[in-house]
């Protein structure tokens, strides 16, 4: 059920978060990105379905969404996402105390600063990737978050910006963050040019450059080191992970989730997750669920378009779904339709 300030959440899920004295740690070895108009809870939920140990992370939420809006959109989760952590965007070290403190309260596992996002907007509000060019305020800002929480407080940030130095760029940035007290770091392998290109184009344009990740890793071994970028598989994980912490996939995730559904298996010693189709079965009762409190349908299957990607009839369920979830009083039986539609196909 989503959560409140006054009923903050206790995940009855095997990886939730551990508490050892006043500190909390959270597993990184598998994360899904925060997505801007993606990410929500009610994907994330969608996502929990396959995986019990992957880290989840909201879409970005800035400081004055918090501090001035409406606190319940946009911090309200499902218990059952949990492990998530709630990515912030902001600059002011006093307001992001304020929202970590809000976040631990509200029962976030984490809370996590973006300097990574490159568009015009986050840029004019002097947050997201161009604070890589301020690498000690941004250590005055986590340093303030850290001093107002107890649960861990990372940060994600691209490898540069503009004409900021390569390697050396990057590695003050990280030294200056690590003197402030963090330890995780989720480093996109792509510069974030601010100038001349468009957000989309600086999730492609840049190269990536997984060999200055790496090479943090070995200059900072005492850091968890966490990677994102350009990540389709998990065979891909896997080499990362034989020089890194962890790793973080985003488009991957959400355009082909069943691939989510081999995580816990590949990575974390665990059982495999469901068969597509029977994730949509235990999609049913939260669908039911979140109807009845006046959610739309299609609020929640846009999520869903990618489940039988390759898969025969996959094409037919993602059209029977655009074609009618959005329409007035749609429940659970479209999402049973759409599915005999890839079944009989098979």
């Known amino acids: 059920m989503s959560q409140s300030p006054q009923t903050p959440p206790q995940s009855p899920l095997p990886s939730a978060p551990v508490t050892a004295g006043s500190a909390t740690t959270v597993a990184h070895r598998f994360c899904t990105a925060p997505l801007m108009d993606w990410s929500d809870r009610h994907c994330r939920y969608f996502w929990r379905q396959f995986s019990k140990?992957?880290?989840?992370?909201?879409?970005?939420v800035?400081?004055?969404?918090?501090?001035?809006?409406?606190?319940q959109s946009h911090l309200d989760f499902n218990v059952e996402e949990q492990p998530v952590a709630?990515?912030?965007?902001g600059s002011d070290p006093a307001d992001l105390a304020r929202c970590a403190r809000i976040a631990e309260q509200w029962g976030y596992s984490e809370v996590n600063l973006n300097c990574g996002c490159p568009s015009d907007r986050v840029k004019k509000g002097r947050f997201g990737a161009c604070l890589m060019a301020e690498p000690d305020l941004v250590a005055e800002c986590l340093g303030a978050m850290q001093s107002a929480v107890s649960i861990p407080v990372t940060v994600k940030h691209r490898i540069g910006i503009d004409d900021m130095e390569?390697?050396?760029?990057?590695?003050?940035?990280?030294e200056a963050q690590a003197g402030a007290g963090i330890t995780t770091f989720i480093v996109h392998a792509r510069k974030a040019w601010l100038n001349g290109l468009s957000p989309?184009?600086?999730r492609e344009v840049p190269p990536l450059k997984y060999d200055m990740v790496y090479q943090l890793k070995r200059d900072f071994p005492e850091l968890e080191i966490v990677l994102n970028g350009g990540i389709n598989s998990l065979e891909e994980c896997r080499e990362h992970l034989q020089q890194l912490d962890g790793v973080m996939l985003g488009r991957a995730a959400y355009q082909t989730p069943g691939l989510l559904a081999d995580v816990d298996a590949a990575l974390f010693n665990g059982e495999p997750g469901p068969t597509p189709a029977e994730a949509v079965h235990n999609m049913l009762p939260y669908i039911e669920r979140e109807l009845s409190r006046g959610q739309r349908l299609n609020h929640i299957t846009r999520h869903m378009m990618g489940l039988f990607q390759g898969v025969p009839?996959?094409?037919?369920?993602r059209r029977y779904l655009s074609e009618n979830a959005h329409m007035a009083g749609a429940g659970p039986e479209v999402l049973e339709?759409?599915?005999a539609l890839v079944t009989q196909a098979a």
């Open 337 to 339: 339709d759409a599915l």
């Open 62 to 71: 800035t400081t004055g969404a918090i501090l001035f809006g409406d606190q």
């Open 86 to 89: 709630l990515q912030l965007g």
């Open 313 to 317: 009839g996959a094409r037919r369920f």
């Open 53 to 60: 140990h992957a880290l989840l992370y909201t879409e970005m």
């Open 200 to 202: 989309k184009e600086n």
């Open 166 to 174: 390569d390697y050396p760029g990057l590695s003050r940035f990280v």
